[in-house]
């Protein structure tokens, strides 16, 4: 079974864009879609696909049902799934051929750590063989979860996403150290300050977390 505590949302993918849009301008496309999103969640849907049973540990939207909808037709468990007063988070990407940008509301994603800080909600522990807690996950929560997720037999990743204040902070580069796959993307230039690959993978060698690239 594999188990993911997610920072998910609603994307909205606008694409066909040569240029990205200057201040005052407004560009037109014929290419949009509406999907469920956060980058776990996309792999868990992937998973699923693949025949692993997968649990999603996250808040959303009450009348966000499409969405419920949409992650139970890949079989994804949604027992751990608790709605809130709010709306799920929305992301607005906009995309060129080149590159893509993004603009997020964390809608009802902030409550996430509240959730899995409480003690009755042993969550991702229960019987599962991985989990990837899909945000930025405090030093705190970490001491208190992944010793929790050890004990059950997890094996650990994690994909921060774009926090440049949590990946620019050294006490959470221990919290990369402990897992066993750490997914930072371009997320290595703004923990290293280095643009080449290389040098990055030497600067987070130091730090002993280019293993677990």
């Given at each position: 079974m594999s188990r993911w505590s997610v920072r998910y949302s609603i994307d909205h993918v606008f694409s066909g864009f040569e240029r990205w849009p200057q201040p005052?301008?407004?560009?037109?496309?014929?290419?949009?879609v509406r999907e469920a999103g956060g980058g776990v969640a996309i792999t868990a849907c992937a998973?699923?696909?693949?025949?692993?049973h997968v649990s999603l540990f996250a808040r959303d939207g009450e009348e966000d049902v499409w969405l419920k909808d949409r992650l139970r037709s890949f079989s994804i468990s949604l027992d751990g799934l608790r709605s809130v007063a709010t709306s799920t988070a929305v992301s607005v990407?906009?995309?060129?051929?080149?590159?893509?940008?993004?603009?997020?509301?964390?809608?009802?994603?902030?409550?996430?750590?509240?959730?899995?800080?409480?003690?009755e909600n042993s969550g991702p522990a229960d019987s599962g063989k991985a989990c990837s807690p899909g945000h930025a996950v405090s030093r705190e929560l970490a001491q208190?979860?992944?010793?929790?997720?050890?004990?059950?037999?997890?094996?650990?990743?994690?994909?921060?996403?774009?926090?440049?204040?949590w990946l620019l902070d050294e006490r959470n580069w221990?919290?990369?150290?402990?897992?066993?796959?750490?997914?930072?993307?371009?997320?290595?230039?703004?923990?290293?300050?280095?643009?080449?690959p290389?040098?990055?993978?030497?600067?987070?060698?130091?730090?002993?977390?280019?293993?677990?690239?």
């Open positions: 005052g301008e407004e560009h037109f496309t014929d290419f949009y998973l699923a696909r693949l025949g692993r990407s906009i995309s060129t051929r080149e590159d893509r940008s993004f603009l997020t509301w964390q809608g009802a994603n902030r409550f996430l750590p509240e959730y899995l800080h409480e003690p208190q979860l992944f010793p929790r997720l050890r004990a059950a037999g997890c094996t650990l990743s994690l994909d921060t996403g774009h926090q440049e204040q221990l919290t990369c150290s402990e897992v066993d796959y750490f997914l930072p993307t371009k997320r290595c230039q703004i923990m290293t300050g280095a643009e080449q290389g040098l990055c993978s030497r600067v987070l060698q130091r730090r002993e977390l280019a293993a677990r690239l």
